[in-house]
């Protein structure tokens, strides 16, 4: 299970602060992507990036901001213009992003963002 | 973009029965097809996928079938053990997974001893 690290576990946001959530592999994956969970509404898909200095926005990018300046990290931060962000939000990671054919995920622990 | 409809949402089986979760999708570009279970407090974990050129896939006590004219896949858990309790992620996808996944909303799945 080791292998793709997030943190804090918790975080609490306050109105109109922007929060980073971290996220960082050290199994030198290519692809890294962030889902946020919601009870009953399964994961959705925030942004991915297939390649370093690269990413694209998922189904839910709104408010949302990421940056990938190293293979190992991909922190996403969820800026005053995300109204709901309270969730669980999850990173994962895949061998290639690019080839199509590695294409398991590799969960983080999560983190749990509310809002004061 | 795809959609992805899961059934049942809850699904209570007594142990050693069998549990099967139905999963449509929208696009038929559609080729990856892989289930999740997380377990309570736990990451997702990979536990069983499928691509579009195959039509069945079998893992000791799972199994995932595709139907590709109808859109469908299901997942089948046969000799349900206390363990099997979790909550179960259909996913499907283009181009194998690389662009993201799109999950259905989840089975939460009970096995009554």
């Known amino acids: 299970d080791g292998g793709i690290t997030q943190s804090p576990k918790y975080l609490f946001r306050k109105e109109g602060q922007n929060v980073t959530l971290s996220c960082e592999q050290n199994l030198n994956h290519d692809a890294m992507y962030w889902y946020r969970q919601d009870p009953g509404q399964g994961l959705r898909l925030i942004y991915y990036s297939q390649i370093v200095n690269d990413f694209q926005k998922g189904d839910i990018a709104e408010g949302y901001s990421v940056s990938r300046e190293k293979k190992e990290s991909f922190p996403l931060t969820v800026t005053s213009a995300q109204k709901n962000p309270t969730a669980f939000y999850l990173c994962?990671?895949?061998?290639?992003?690019?080839?199509?054919?590695?294409?398991?995920?590799?969960f983080g622990s999560g983190t749990q963002l509310s809002v004061l | 973009g795809e959609n992805v409809e899961q059934h049942p949402s809850t699904l209570s089986v007594q142990e050693g029965d069998s549990a099967v979760i139905k999963c449509t999708y929208s696009d038929s570009a559609s080729n990856y097809f892989p289930w999740y279970k997380q377990e309570l407090g736990k990451r997702p974990q990979l536990i069983i996928d499928?691509?579009?050129?195959?039509g069945e896939k079998k893992d000791q006590r799972i199994a995932v079938t595709l139907n590709k004219t109808a859109k469908h896949f299901s997942l089948h858990i046969t000799e349900t053990q206390p363990e099997d309790s979790a909550v179960y992620f259909c996913?499907?996808?283009?181009?194998?997974?690389?662009?993201?996944?799109?999950f259905g909303k989840g089975t939460h799945l009970i096995i009554q001893p």
């Open positions: 996913a499907a996808s283009t181009r194998g997974g690389a662009d993201g996944l799109t």
């Open positions: 499928i691509r579009s050129n195959v």
């Open positions: 994962a990671s895949s061998i290639d992003g690019a080839s199509a054919t590695n294409e398991k995920l590799f």
